[in-house]
């Protein structure tokens, strides 16, 4: 019973460096989400997708990309890391209706030095 | 702009204690609200979920909904040192759109 999974678990770039944050689920979930969680910020949303083949900005998409590859699988990617993206994210997935709660994966936890 | 707001804390109660937890929302129109629990370095956890006005019981906890006034709230009966971490209140305004956090209130309970 995996859920939501995300990899890697930690990640250390270097700024300029790019990097995917790969995420998975397993819950036949429509929508499918990413959220960067920074001290004193709560979590912000990144981008989203509410279905298969279409992607929303969120909150704060500045430095980022996603795709929505399959049903199972949304990815996270920074062209150019900097130092602002320091973070931990979290990829999240939902059923559609109602505002059906979100599941979390375990989180990636980026440095960029 | 959506807005959710949580009093960050630290809250703390002693063991045993009713820990109550406060959130308010600014759109009207919010249809659903979840409290998540995130304990440190650890991804946010469902708890709970309330739809209408009113209360709701889970084992210790309650969540309550007044739609007129624009907030939710938890209560954790009987709190236990185990019941400290951060609680994370999430609104959601329509199906088809993300939910919306508050910033979280982090809870401390001592034996």
């Known amino acids: 019973n995996a859920g939501v999974t995300q990899t890697p678990k930690f990640q250390v770039l270097k700024t300029g460096q790019s990097m995917t944050l790969q995420c998975a689920q397993d819950?036949?979930?429509?929508?499918m989400y990413w959220y960067r969680q920074d001290p004193g910020m709560g979590l912000r949303l990144i981008y989203y997708?509410?279905?298969?083949?279409?992607?929303d900005k969120g909150e704060v998409p500045n430095g980022y990309n996603v795709s929505r590859l399959n049903k199972r699988e949304f990815s996270l990617r920074l062209e150019s890391a900097a130092p602002s993206q320091t973070s931990v994210y979290f990829c999240?997935?939902?059923?559609?209706?109602?505002?059906?709660?979100?599941?979390f994966g375990n989180g990636t936890r980026l440095t960029v030095t | 702009q959506k807005e959710v707001e949580q009093n960050s804390g630290p809250l703390s109660v002693p063991e045993g204690a009713i820990a109550s937890l406060n959130c308010t929302y600014s759109?009207?129109?919010?249809?659903?609200f979840f409290w998540y629990r995130q304990y440190s370095g650890k991804s946010p956890e469902l708890i709970m979920s309330?739809?209408?006005?009113g209360d709701k019981e889970d084992g210790r906890f309650t969540a309550q909904l007044n739609k007129a006034s624009q907030y939710v709230s938890l209560l954790i009966r009987d709190s236990q040192p185990s019941d400290s971490a951060t609680y994370l209140c999430?609104?959601?305004?329509?199906?088809?759109?993300?939910?919306?956090f508050g910033k979280g209130t982090t809870l401390s309970v001592s034996s």
């Open positions: 999240a997935s939902s059923d559609v209706g109602r505002n059906s709660p979100l599941h």
């Open positions: 819950m036949n979930h429509n929508s």
């Open positions: 997708s509410a279905s298969e083949g279409t992607t």
């Open positions: 759109d009207r129109v919010s249809q659903s």
């Open positions: 309330i739809y209408s006005n």
């Open positions: 999430a609104v959601g305004v329509q199906a088809g759109t993300a939910l919306i």
